[in-house]
């Protein structure tokens, strides 16, 4: 009976190991039909050979009337001068619904929020018409696990236009959104109830905010033009310019491998976001702006919350793991810039020599030759170049100059040290390399 029961463990075991092999396989297989979908798509088109990605209409539209309608209401009509102070500070605490909100809270868990906060963000990041923050937050997930690939919903290699917006007008194909973990959303009552409710929420926060303003100075058509429309259009810009902007120009100090980079004119129009070389690197940091005279006014929203009890959790890279990815980085840099430079030849590179050979030599073909540091140097070139005079590098003809090269007879720089590389012809050994006893096997 224990045989038996043995028998069927080992049978199970077995069924158990081939439906995890089975499992592996079906997603290999899935991920490289995914990929093959994404690249035809995007060489083709998704309604076949030739034609354009799928056009996505009605978000097209809508972000096209917008544009319309926000230059009629610059060019024609005059609002109460309130009204025109109300944008940058509408501008202002909707952007932190995306920074702190959508950005900081939501997609990256940088920082946990008590409800009274998170509604706040909800509110604000509506106001935004940037979409749900469950849909919002997968997208910019997307991005950061696919940065600069065919997976990255604002792909910079695509285009400036493309990561500016003209993702939105193509209709959205991410056979990779299924890999994200989104529990976290889900699991947040305000983030559901937003997503069930996005449209009737858009409408409130977009239309009947701005025309209540409005109406409170004295024309609600106004309200709707200004805050409503070209207020939305200042968001929106700022918004797309960390996808453009900042993906285009500016340092990259934190890491070389990305083409996300950090300017203060995206930190100015985006409450600080501007710094994204960094957040690509350590996107669980609450700031964006982690030195402390960056411009980064939703890190201070964040800790101002934080001290009042709102906020806590706060997320920070650690000092040694920052001070690495700077190392890295100059590193890379340096040995770049190495590479492209002349240092004369390399040791491999040179014939060997005895001294004996070398003091033969000089003296049966006159040459220019002194030793430094065991290699051969041929000063004939440089001698009356030489800072001390020819005269010194003469009198060394023949000789072993090492002592006087390192101290003896002068401390020389490193640009001197480099130079005389330079002018290396051959390397000192102690045997004589045409000594079959010496000879390396092939």
């Not at 429309?229 to 070389?256: K, P, Y």
């Not at 930190?267 to 982690?290: C, I, K, M, S, W």
């Not at 920070?316 to 190495?338: C, G, P």
């Not at 065991?374 to 020819?390: L, Y």
Request: charged fraction near 20%; hydrophobic fraction near 40%; charge should be positive.
């Amino acid at each position: 009976m224990s045989q038996v029961k043995a028998e069927l463990t080992r049978a199970n075991s077995g069924d158990k190991l081939l439906e995890k092999k089975i499992r592996e396989t079906q997603r290999r297989n899935s991920e490289e039909i995914d990929q093959m979908k994404m690249q035809d798509m995007l060489k083709k088109g998704s309604k076949g050979s030739g034609s354009a990605p799928e056009t996505w209409w009605i978000i097209g539209a809508f972000v096209t009337f917008n544009h319309i309608v926000a230059l009629y209401a610059i060019l024609f009509y005059s609002a109460p001068t309130p009204i025109y102070w109300c944008i940058p500070i509408i501008h202002f605490l909707t952007g932190f619904g995306i920074t702190a909100g959508y950005h900081r809270l939501w997609s990256h868990r940088a920082y946990s929020a008590s409800w009274p906060l998170r509604l706040y963000f909800m509110l604000a990041g509506t106001n935004a018409f940037q979409g749900s923050i469950k849909w919002w937050c997968q997208r910019h997930r997307l991005h950061h696990r696919y940065t600069d690939t065919d997976h990255d919903p604002y792909n910079s290699r695509r285009g400036f236009y493309f990561s500016h917006m003209g993702w939105m007008f193509e209709k959205p194909y991410y056979p990779r959104l299924k890999t994200l973990d989104v529990s976290d959303l889900t699991a947040d009552p305000i983030v559901r109830f937003q997503h069930n409710f996005i449209v009737p929420l858009l409408f409130l926060m977009g239309f009947v905010m701005p025309a209540m303003i409005g109406r409170y100075f004295g024309d609600w058509v106004a309200g709707v033009l200004w805050i409503g429309f070209v207020g939305r259009l200042t968001v929106w810009h700022a918004t797309w310019s960390i996808n453009s902007f900042a993906h285009w120009m500016g340092e990259r100090l934190f890491c070389d491998d990305i083409s996300a980079r950090g300017n203060l004119i995206c930190a100015f129009l985006t409450n600080g976001e501007g710094y994204h070389n960094f957040h690509h690197e350590f996107p669980r940091d609450y700031r964006n702006g982690v030195r402390w005279h960056d411009y980064d006014p939703t890190k201070w929203f964040i800790r101002l919350f934080f001290w009042l009890g709102l906020a806590r959790n706060l997320h920070r890279a650690s000092k040694n793991a920052m001070l690495q990815s700077r190392v890295q980085v100059v590193e890379s840099r340096v040995a770049k810039t190495r590479a492209k430079l002349a240092w004369g030849p390399e040791d491999k590179e040179l014939p060997e020599m005895t001294m004996q050979e070398f003091e033969q030599r000089v003296k049966d073909e006159n040459l220019e030759w002194i030793v430094i540091r065991g290699h051969v140097v041929n000063v004939a070139d440089f001698k009356d170049d030489h800072p001390g005079g020819a005269k010194v590098l003469i009198s060394m003809r023949g000789k072993d100059a090492t002592a006087a090269f390192e101290g003896g007879m002068n401390n020389h720089s490193n640009s001197a040290k480099n130079l005389m590389q330079m002018y290396r012809v051959a390397k000192i050994v102690k045997h004589d390399p045409s000594d079959p006893k010496y000879a390396t096997e092939d």
